[in-house]
């Protein structure tokens, strides 16, 4: 994405922490397609996604004294927050673990999620980027990131050893790595 | 430890990726503050996810944003407060069951039922609201009205108070002028220009004494009546100059445990000798009472 940032992120926390409205929105206008996109992912589900981005600005704003500079930079930091949050939800319908991995066999094959149903020209290298991953990497990472699935689970899952799993992953991603940094 | 094939088994992929158990994670986070490689594979890799999870990215619906502006301009305010998801909300929050059911709502499949009910449920929420700010715009009025009832009040008392200190200060001012065409001076016990003679009284008056302040230059007189008694009823104690063994008119003065502390400016004085005390009648005499002399000095 493009834009002329006019905060570092040093300026975007201090700005929160003396609890300025603008920063906010200007934070909430950087960062809400990349959240909501991360919890419309996770709970495959459009129509509680709204509510839950809601709830997740909510708890940057109400607890980003708890963020810690040291730790990481803001963004994997809010990330954490939109990722835990949604999958706590998603958890908490009860889903069975099948149902999970249907979910996602169903996501990886079918093109028609949100993305197919707003196209949007800062999106349109996605799919061409996800189609140098193996189908066996997208679920993957898909099923850790994304359904909060433990490596024991995904072993189970994919039938693979356990020790394999970080193997896989580490794979996953250094091909990840190359297709976006070219 | 060897941190390149620590670095290379995948398992820092998996932590930042989310899927390790959380005792690896504590593992892996204690290697980050262990082993600036670590550390730096471990931050390259946040890149990473950052910018997969971009390939993601959705524009959110509209109005999300000016709802979530909304609930942060009013979130010290109670009706602001019950907004928030209850975890969120301050303490001192009433609860309200209603944002609960709302997101037992969210969590199951919207079918268009539930949407109606939801909607119903909001409508609820907003004139719960809408209460709630009438109550607090009623008590609003009603406790303004009582404060300007107590600032009235207290605004008369310093009024008050302002004129008691006025007249307070005019009667110690007109006590210092007494009627002397002499300006005052700002200090005249550090001023030595200013020839300071103690007045011992002696019979009835043993054991009191004045202190009398003269500038030969200025012909200023001050006088300090440390030790003195009130004066009988319609009497006033007289201060006078002794000039070639005549009595000269100084001025009456006040005494009293009120006044032992303060200077009290004295008539013009040009030239004397020594300084008596006299017991007048209240306001002063033109000649002494030579009978009622309390006590004198000499100038040294």
Partial sequence: ?182 | MDVQRYISSGILESYVFGMLPESEQSDVETAVLQYPDVKAAVDSLQLDKERFVQLYAVPPPSGIRERLVEIIRQENTEEGNDLLPEELRLPVARKTPVKKVTEVQTLVKHLPANRKSSDRIWKIATAAIVLLLLGSVFMNFFFFQKSTDYKSRYKSLIATKQKLEADKEQQALTSLKQASPIAADPDPLSNPDFKWTRIQGGGTYAGKSVSVGWNARTQAVYLQAQLMPQPPAGKQFQLWAIVNKKLVDAGVFNTGAEVSEQLQQMKAVAVAQGFAVTLERKGGSQEPSMDQVCMSAKVQ
């Fill in chain 1, 1 to 182: 994405m493009e834009y002329a940032p006019t905060y570092t992120e040093d300026e975007l926390v201090q700005g929160l922490k003396a609890r300025d409205q603008k920063v906010f929105s200007y934070l909430y206008d950087q960062y809400s397609p990349a959240l909501y996109g991360v919890i419309v992912k996770v709970l495959n589900d459009n129509s509680s996604a709204g509510d839950v981005l809601q709830e997740v600005f909510l708890k940057i704003w109400r607890h980003l004294d708890k963020y810690d500079p040291e730790k990481g930079r803001l963004f994997t930091w809010m990330l954490n927050i939109a990722r835990n949050t949604a999958i706590d939800i998603l958890r908490s319908k009860s889903h069975k673990l099948e149902q999970k991995i249907q979910n996602i066999i169903d996501d990886v094959h079918a093109v028609n999620g949100p993305l197919a149903v707003h196209p949007s020209t800062d999106y349109i290298g996605f799919s061409r980027i996800l189609e140098k991953l193996t189908k066996e990497q997208r679920t993957l990472i898909d099923l850790a990131y994304y359904k909060g699935c433990t490596q024991e689970e995904i072993s189970r899952v994919l039938e693979i050893p356990l020790g394999t799993v970080k193997t896989r992953m580490r794979n996953a991603i250094s091909q990840l790595r190359n297709i976006i940094n070219k």
